[in-house]
């Protein structure tokens, strides 16, 4: 394993050198110094019977060398390699089994850059290691010294690439202490929809009831961070575009490094939104890393434990089939909500609602320890009120039939139940009608 940097023995890039230096100390790994010559005129430059030409990029590399195993007694090996720099780099750091791709920003040296991209934004989207673009080196080298906390702020969705960035940062905080903010930018009126929280939205701050179940659900997705540091968690409103809120929360913290993972999103997702990640590598005012999704394993806490249950009926037998399923499957001392839909005209039956959703609690369920919880809500759409309340309540899974005569039953037949399936954000448990034995195929 090593650490990889680029150079092009500009000011910035040596600030980035000795950053990825002082890194590749603290872990006890070599540092690769790698100068990429344009492909114009490097088989020239790299000849050996050019020696003016050869000589002066070699020696400029091993000057810079020298400078970093003095300065941080590391064994820095040079490597001057011709073609496109930020394809180069990015090859170099996979071909070496690299820990981190070190690169200088230019902020803001270049106003065109935003128009064709930086290497350092290029060779982010290209790596397949982690990248640390870095804006001032010297909080970095700070860090790695163990002379004080790294200050750094994590951007999440709760994706698969938002969990190798936070497994970044829990690999940040092994090697030396890291102070550790987890913030999830979310769309305020997506939410009041998903969650099915009233409006009216206020403009400057979450209400209780949408913050509550946000910050619920993104702690327990993030769990029990490892290494050294505080771990603080941040639900952030926001109304433009995420790399742009997640630049400014960055600077609103004094963050020393911002951590965003490196999506592979459709062509019209990038038409729509763009790259959050190489949005935030230009936009940001400190050091920023890109992390790219690995091939790990499923994390543990990404494992679903079936220990609180949404089950929605409409009182009917059929429908009332599902609850044997949910009652069997749900885990010793979970949860079973049950979930009742009216029409708005119907508010009176609330209560004789309730009444019969208690009335078939199964007797085993206390002998389990499985508590029940009853609701019934209003909506003209069912499938809509399922998906609000799974998302509302934190459930692991929604378990349902799949026919009745009314109200619900509609829910899983034709488009109503293809609306749930694309509207939940949880798996979801069908419980097919018994059939005789002359309807069985197999």
């Not at 050019?50 to 970093?68: I, M, P």
């Not at 590391?74 to 990015?90: K, S």
């Not at 550790?180 to 998903?194: A, D, I, M």
Request: charged share 20%; net charge neutral.
């Amino acid at each position: 394993m090593t650490v990889v940097a680029g150079t092009d023995f500009s000011n910035s890039a040596r600030d980035a050198a000795r950053a990825a230096a002082a890194i590749a100390k603290r872990l006890g790994t070599p540092l690769k110094l790698v100068h990429v010559l344009d492909e114009l005129g490097a088989e020239a430059t790299l000849a050996k019977d050019q020696g003016f030409l050869f000589d002066a990029q070699r020696n400029a590399l091993e000057n810079h060398a020298e400078e970093l195993r003095r300065a941080f007694d590391l064994e820095v090996v040079p490597v001057l390699i011709a073609g496109d720099a930020e394809r180069t780099l990015a090859a170099v750091a996979e071909e070496s089994h690299a820990e981190l791709l070190v690169v200088s920003s230019l902020g803001d040296a270049k106003p065109h850059a935003w128009l064709v991209g930086s290497v350092a934004e290029r060779a982010a989207q290209l790596c397949t290691v982690p990248t640390v673009v870095v804006r001032d080196g010297e909080r970095l080298v700070a860090w790695a010294r163990g002379d004080r906390p790294l200050k750094v702020l994590v951007g999440v969705d709760l994706s698969t690439a938002s969990r190798a960035a936070l497994h970044f940062a829990a690999r940040l905080r092994k090697v030396a202490p890291c102070d550790v903010t987890v913030v999830q930018v979310v769309w305020p009126l997506g939410e009041h929809l998903r969650l099915g929280v009233p409006l009216p939205i206020p403009a400057d701050h979450l209400r209780a009831e949408l913050e509550g179940p946000l910050v619920r659900d993104l702690r327990a997705w993030v769990g029990a961070l490892p290494g050294e540091g505080a771990t603080s968690l941040l639900i952030s409103p926001g109304y433009s575009r995420v790399d742009a809120h997640l630049a400014a929360l960055a600077a609103e913290h004094d963050a020393d490094l911002l951590v965003v993972g490196a999506h592979r999103r459709s062509q019209v997702a990038r038409l729509w939104q763009g790259s959050v990640s190489r949005g935030a590598l230009h936009q940001a005012t400190c050091s920023v890393a890109s992390v790219p999704a690995g091939k790990e394993a499923v994390d543990e806490r990404d494992l679903t434990s079936l220990s609180r249950l949404l089950v929605p009926t409409d009182l009917s037998p059929l429908s009332n089939r599902a609850l044997a399923t949910a009652y069997g499957v749900v885990a010793s001392g979970g949860t079973v909500h049950l979930l009742h839909v009216v029409e708005p005209e119907a508010a009176g039956e609330l209560a004789l609602a309730r009444a019969r959703l208690r009335e078939l609690v199964p007797a085993a369920a206390l002998a389990r320890g499985v508590r029940t919880e009853v609701e019934v809500v209003e909506h003209k759409d069912p499938s809509v009120a399922v998906s609000q309340a799974a998302a509302r309540l934190g459930a692991d899974a929604i378990c349902m039939a799949t026919h009745g005569r009314s109200g619900l039953s509609k829910v899983a037949l034709g488009s109503q139940a293809q609306q749930v399936l694309s509207r939940a954000h949880c798996p979801v448990l069908l419980v097919p009608p018994e059939r005789a034995a002359s309807e069985r195929l197999f």
